[in-house]
């Protein structure tokens, strides 16, 4: 019942978190079924209609929630057949003619699409021929923050990869429902005025709220007076769930990424989260363990530890999920309550050498989530150089995959042997199938959660509070 196999293989292994001699008992599950049955049907009312109670807009209006349809290409649907070949098609244009692509986001502009340039391209996609990338261009991420020096770094890189080339363009992604989020907006127009100015060749592709007439919006205006193509930030969907949409496979489309195969282990993890058998479907098993283990064991942090470098965008994508999803004053009575759970990023093994210390001997108020891969498919051998050393040949002739994995598991030991609880999400193996499956189990854990806490977990008025200021502290700046 601790662990749960789906039939694409991924697992969701609980078994050091949920158990006779774990943390969190059957009995205790049991006697929360009341709780989470009730959230499954509210879930499900959600998928049919679209809308969830007690859940209103910024501006105080009812609003959709169109989360669970993004799998599904069908006419009619956010991610209709028309929209996912005008993304594909994107892709072929670029191949073989733009040098560089920029992508201008920040938060879910941002967050979901570097998780599946992480996971296609990796840490050396710019170092490589374009043979070498398919004919795809580089990738560059800029707009999710105001740091100038970042910015002139990368102004820099474009003058000097431009140098003596007379047919050198960049491609700038622009990614902004409204148009005017400072961090996007501030660093393109800076960009795109260093690249005229160096004479280099710059297209703009708009990724912004659809709507014309009286809603339209200032970067939609933007895009329709200058003739850049327009993909969509489409209503219903928060943008910390938006890598299933036009946000963030656009970021895929531009690098290669089979964004179809991702679509199709979303829908993989849907169809299970569908079943209201505990023992059966992961996100609900998830979502009570994680909010038992806070709410009755106080356990309010979460360290999301993939062990795969090229996933610790994921857990920086998960921290924006969580964060603003559960962490509200208010409950949905308008009670205060102050929920939330703190989310950690940390990867293995790099941070069993710096965080592990704490996981293992500080307090304990933390859940430590594993993410492990079963198959690699670039897997590489130690040899056996030093074998006189015996410390050495301990490891010789292992391949790093197993290393990994013995690193994994000796973590997990050591927190249980202490009495601290850990959870894994087994991946077969890393391609868009399965980081699909698994980003779209964690969407719907978050909203399961949400409903337990009774608070709203697609709404984020913290935030909107803190821009209400920043727009006042800008206009005093201006005077």
Aim: charged fraction near 20%; glycine fraction near 8%.
């Amino acid at each position: 019942m601790n662990r749960i196999t789906l039939p694409s293989g991924l697992v969701l292994d609980m078994s050091h978190l949920y158990g006779p001699d774990a943390l969190i008992t059957e009995r205790e599950v049991e006697e929360f079924a009341p709780v989470y049955q009730k959230a499954h049907s509210v879930m499900m009312e959600l998928r049919q209609k679209g809308t969830v109670a007690g859940h209103l807009s910024k501006d105080g209006e009812p609003e959709a929630v169109l989360f669970p349809q993004l799998p599904y290409i069908a006419e009619g649907n956010i991610n209709n057949p028309e929209r996912i070949v005008a993304l594909e098609e994107l892709g072929r244009t670029v191949r073989n003619r733009v040098d560089a692509v920029v992508f201008f986001g920040i938060g879910g502009s941002y967050l979901g699409g570097k998780v599946l340039f992480d996971v296609q391209c990796g840490e050396f996609w710019n170092l490589k021929s374009q043979k070498d990338r398919n004919g795809y261009p580089k990738a560059f991420f800029a707009g999710n923050n105001v740091d100038a020096h970042k910015l002139s770094g990368l102004i820099q890189t474009m003058r000097a990869e431009s140098a003596g080339q007379q047919d050198y363009t960049v491609m700038a992604v622009v990614i902004s429902k409204s148009g005017s989020t400072i961090e996007p907006m501030s660093n393109y127009m800076i960009f795109k005025e260093a690249m005229e100015a160096a004479g280099i060749s710059m297209e703009t592709v708009a990724v912004t709220d659809p709507h014309e007439g009286e809603k339209e919006t200032l970067l939609h205006t933007l895009a329709r007076e200058s003739g850049w193509p327009i993909f969509y930030v489409p209503d219903g969907i928060g943008g910390r769930f938006s890598v299933f949409s036009e946000v963030g496979l656009i970021v895929g489309a531009l690098t290669g990424f089979d964004i179809r195969s991702f679509l199709a282990g979303a829908r993989e993890a849907d169809q299970a989260v569908k079943s209201d058998d505990i023992t059966k479907n992961p996100a609900l098993l998830n979502s009570v363990l994680k909010f038992l283990a806070g709410s009755r064991h106080g356990r309010n942090l979460e360290v999301l530890m993939p062990y795969a470098d090229n996933l610790k965008s994921l857990s920086e994508w998960y921290i924006q999920l969580l964060a603003e999803s559960l962490g509200k004053r208010l409950n949905k009575e308008g009670q205060v309550v102050h929920y939330g759970r703190t989310p950690i990023v940390a990867v293995g093994t790099t941070d069993m050498h710096a965080q592990t210390q704490e996981h293992q001997e500080g307090p304990q108020d933390k859940v430590v989530q594993f993410v492990s891969i079963e198959k690699w498919p670039d897997d590489l051998v130690v040899p056996h150089t030093y074998d006189s050393f015996a410390k050495l040949a301990a490891f010789s002739g292992l391949p790093l995959s197993r290393i990994l994995e013995a690193a994994r598991r000796a973590n997990e030991e050591a927190l249980i042997g202490d009495g601290r609880p850990s959870a894994n999400f087994i991946l077969p193996e890393l391609n868009a199938f399965y980081l699909g499956e698994l980003m779209f189990l964690l969407c719907w854990s978050i909203a399961y959660e949400g409903e337990y806490a009774d608070v709203d977990a697609f709404n984020q008025p913290g935030v909107e509070i803190y821009k209400r200021y920043l727009g006042q502290h800008l206009a005093e700046m201006k005077k």
